[in-house]
């Protein structure tokens, strides 16, 4: 009998016992930390990963629809920073109200019904006649992309082991990044000709691709365990393992390195807690002053370059779709390497050399779209290293009782920045000018730096129960 069949066959006939005793979750934790990365977890994670890309689409897409939008219904830039944060407001909601919902019912449930809501919104939003109605469909629409990133980044993350954990995972948030380039893609090639709707109409196509994929997928095994439901559970991390058996593995005897103990209930207030409370206001901090600039500069930067510069439409877009594939270019490179640099050491390097080109861009005063183009562009990359990579960073340092509710609360602060920072660009250019307003990026960047070096921790190579008793 080989060692798989017999450490599953031991779980599956001492299941009730293991549970009373308290060791069995704990020897769930191991058997799935010795997993490889099977077919059935790759393929799980890219339709995760598919739902993310048209996530990341819908929350960019009224970027490139608002350069027309500006003309159409003559907004001023208050009105257009406005609708441009109303789907980040939406995604506070949505962040922290599904992170919570997603403790007690579960990961899939969850990121079923966020698809479905986005989804729909995108169909409202054809019909949207003028400002107020945008902004009110967008608000409803963040509700539901607010919601999937950080119940998704939850559920992934209790799937893979502690070895590899950040290159397989941030290559699944590279997905958020290219559904970004292809709002891009699509906005240079349909909205010259057909207008800002194709832009939404776009977005239905993951109603027809992901839900029926929904039931190749199983419920989070260590969310399961978490709960006291070890027996479904154990079938599914038996069913794992025969996976790995049946490719070829050799699965080693599982170690168990972190005890078992009564879960808690899950609770907010937890957060801030013990270890936790510095953790919590670390990551907020870090999420905050991150998307802030990385938000407030991608979604305005094709409405500056037609607004302010006066490029034509097709160089908007391609400008702001230049900016978005640079993203990409640092955060694949941040996803092959993360794990050998460590999250603390990149972290710190990317907020200390992202605002290198603000500066340079605030004294040079702006003055030409080629300066915003590489200075601001060069600036979005590196700190899209750290905005793209934050939902590991917080999926690993909450445990499983409060890895949902605690990526969602945070990346609540990911909202409040993300909304905050259209509006900035919105009020200092029509105040101080756009100089100014890069200055200003900078030295928020530059608080992200100090808050990082002091207080955030180390997680790389460490099993999730071990970093969160």
Known sequence: MSTHDMSAGVVNADASTAAASGVSNAELVARLERLPITRRIFWTRNIIGAATFFDGYTVICIAYAMPLLVQEWGLDPKQTGMILSAGYLGQLLGAVFFGWLAERVGRLKVLLFTILLFVSMDVACLFATGALMMMTLRFVQGIGTGGEVPVASAYINEYISSKGRGRFFLLYEVMFLLGLVAAGLIARAFVPLYGWKVMFIVGLVPAFILLPCRFFMKESPRWLASQGRLAEADRIVTDLERSAV??????????????????????????????YRKRTFTIWTMWFTS???????????????????????ETSISYGLTTSVMGVIASVLCALLIDKVGRKRWYTFAFLLAPIPLIVLALLGATTAEQVLICAGLSYAIIQ????????????????????????????????????GPIVVGTIMASSGISTMFGFFAGILLIGAVVTMLFAIETKDRVLEELSP
């Open 385 to 420: 290293t750290v905005t793209f990579s934050l939902y590991l960073y917080s999926a690993e340092i909450y445990p499983t009782r409060m890895r949902a509710i605690g990526t969602g609360l945070g990346s609540g602060w990911l909202r409040l920045g993300s909304s905050a």
């Open 246 to 275: 049946a490719q070829g593995f050799t699965l080693e005897e599982p170690k168990v390195t972190v005890q078992g103990k009564k879960q808690e209930n899950s609770h907010w207030s937890g957060l801030f807690k013990g270890i």
């Open 291 to 313: 998307y802030l600039v990385a938000n407030g500069m991608i979604t305005w930067l094709p409405t500056l370059y037609r607004q302010t510069y006066k490029l034509s439409l």
